[in-house]
C-alpha cells in the first residue's frame, strides 16, 4: 500500500514569506507527527496528532510555527514569515496508534533565501 | 537531550555482521529501546524494538543487557545498502515525557566496505 507522502519535495522561499507543508499519512493511522532535520540541530520532534486529542505542539520553535489536521488524515505545518534558520528538511511520519511503529514521509527539502 | 549514547561511526566489511553499540543507562521501567536508520537523502525507517528481551526479525537482532542500562544492534551479514546512519531511541509506550515522539541523537554512521 502507498506510504506517507508529503508535498511538496522542495520548496524554495524568500525570507518573510508563509509557506504550507502537506502530509498525507497511511490511510487508518491515527496518530501523525512532524520532525525537522537541519545541519546544526539533527532531527528534532516539532508537533504531534493522535486521534481527537488536542495536538502535542512541545516542539514548535516559535509562534510562528503551526499545523493542523484536518478529519483526521492530511496535516499541514505552516510557518509564518520564514526566516533563514527555517531551512532544513521537514519530516512527517505516522503510526497506527501512539505507541506504535512510526513511518516516514520521504520529506520537504525547505530553503530559505 | 537524548537519552541514549552511541559512537559517531562505525565501519562494516560486507557480508559480515555489523555490531552497534548503545548505552542507555538512566532508561526507566517503562521506556522501550528503539532502533530505526536513515538512508542518505531518506526519512527514517523502523528496524526492531524491545523492551528487556533479545528480539529478532527479518532485518535486525536486538540483544539487551540484563540491567537494560545498554543493548546492541546485529545486522546479521551487512549488504552495502545497509550503510546509513543509525539511531538508537528510548521512548515509552505508555505515559511519562518520552511517550509517542522520538527523541533522536545523533546516531551512528554505519559505513559497509566492499
Known amino acids: 500500500g502507498a506510504g506517507v507522502s508529503q508535498s511538496p519535495s522542495n520548496k524554495v522561499t524568500e525570507k518573510g514569506k508563509d509557506v504550507e507543508l502537506r502530509c498525507d499519512p497511511i490511510?487508518?493511522?491515527?496518530?501523525l507527527y512532524w520532525y525537522r532535520q537541519s545541519l546544526g540541530q539533527g532531527l528534532e520532534f516539532l508537533i504531534y496528532?493522535?486521534?481527537?486529542?488536542?495536538?502535542?505542539k512541545s516542539g514548535l520553535p516559535s509562534d510562528r510555527f503551526s499545523a493542523e489536521r484536518t478529519g483526521g488524515s492530511v496535516s499541514t505545518l505552516t510557518i509564518q514569515r520564514t526566516q533563514q534558520e527555517d531551512s532544513a528538511v521537514y519530516l512527517c511520519a505516522s503510526s497506527v496508534a501512539r505507541d506504535g511503529e512510526q513511518f516516514f514521509g520521504p520529506g520537504t527539502r525547505l530553503t530559505v533565501l | 537531550d537524548a537519552k541514549t549514547t552511541q559512537p559517531t561511526s562505525m565501519d562494516c566489511a560486507e557480508g559480515r555482521a555489523a555490531n552497534l553499540p548503545c548505552n542507555h543507562s538512566t532508561i526507566s521501567g517503562n521506556e522501550y529501546v528503539y532502533w530505526y536508520r536513515q538512508i542518505h537523502s531518506q526519512g527514517p525507517q523502523y528496524i526492531i524494538h524491545?523492551?528487556?528481551n533479545n528480539e529478532t526479525n527479518e532485518m535486525a537482532s536486538l540483544i539487551i543487557t540484563e540491567d537494560r542500562k545498554s543493548s546492541t544492534l546485529i545486522l546479521p551479514h551487512a549488504t552495502l545498502r545497509d550503510t546509513a546512519v543509525y539511531y538508537c531511541i528510548v521512548r515509552a509506550n505508555a505515559g511519562g515525557t518520552s511517550y509517542g515522539k522520538l527523541t533522536f541523537g545523533q546516531g551512528t554512521i554505519l559505513t559497509v566496505h566492499p
Open positions: 490511510s487508518g493511522h491515527t496518530a
Open positions: 524491545g523492551l528487556k
Open positions: 496528532f493522535q486521534g481527537n486529542s488536542a495536538p502535542d
